[in-house]
């Protein structure tokens, strides 16, 4: 299991992380992380996680810069949508310089609330999925416990991401929808306003 984790984790994290990376490098950095996952479980079946996680993740690390590189970029004005209405952290310096400087605070704002999330949106991940596994095996009193962590996660993400998450942005438009999907939108919109 580790090396297929390996082999897929970073070409699905790096399009978030990354504005050059393209379809191009997420197929083939986890062709070639999940191949070499496969590889190293029938030749090396004993190798330690850690050596096996990190040989695993620099191929798949390989994979994914050949794969953006030899293939076209994603079309500048996806990216442009895709940033302004994602707001990825990470290396996004030419789609954060085209904001402007009220609305690059805002987005710096939410990467620190973002990041202050990550422990709280794990322990409630990892809570949930506990939570039925504890009741399956009659451990009651860890099943107990991991509510509590549970609740106390989501209050927490409550507060700590939701309470802060922007309004929606009326001026960002879908580059790729046009036509009677755009209308009917727009005509849900304003029924939804006049009601």
């Given amino acids: 299991m580790m090396g297929l984790t390996a082999g897929f984790l970073l070409p699905n994290m790096f399009k978030f992380l990354w504005w050059r990376f393209n379809a191009g490098g997420l197929i083939i950095g986890s062709v070639m992380g999940i191949g070499a996952a496969c590889i190293q479980r029938w030749l090396m079946p004993d190798m330690d996680p850690i050596s096996k996680f990190t040989i695993l993740s620099a191929i798949s690390l390989v994979g994914i810069v050949i794969g953006t590189f030899l ?8 990216l442009d949508h895709f940033y302004k209405t994602t707001r990825p952290f990470g290396l996004w310096g030419p789609y954060k310089k085209r904001l402007d400087p009220e609305f690059r605070k805002t987005v710096s704002r939410e990467h620190i ?10 322990s409630w991940l ?6 039925p596994m504890q009741l399956l095996i009659r451990s009651y009193t860890s099943f107990w416990i991991t509510l509590v962590i549970f609740i106390l996660s989501l209050i927490g993400l409550y507060f700590v ?14 580059p790729g929808v046009t036509g009677p999907l755009l209308s009917r939108t727009q005509n849900h919109r304003e029924t939804e306003s006049d009601s």
């Fill in 71 to 78: 293939t076209p970029p994603t079309n500048d004005k996806t």
């Fill in 113 to 122: 609330y973002d990041i202050l999330t990550v422990p709280l949106a794990m």
């Fill in 126 to 131: 990892v809570s949930m999925l506990l939570l």
């Fill in 161 to 174: 991401w939701y309470q802060n998450l922007p309004p929606d942005q009326e001026g960002v438009t879908n």
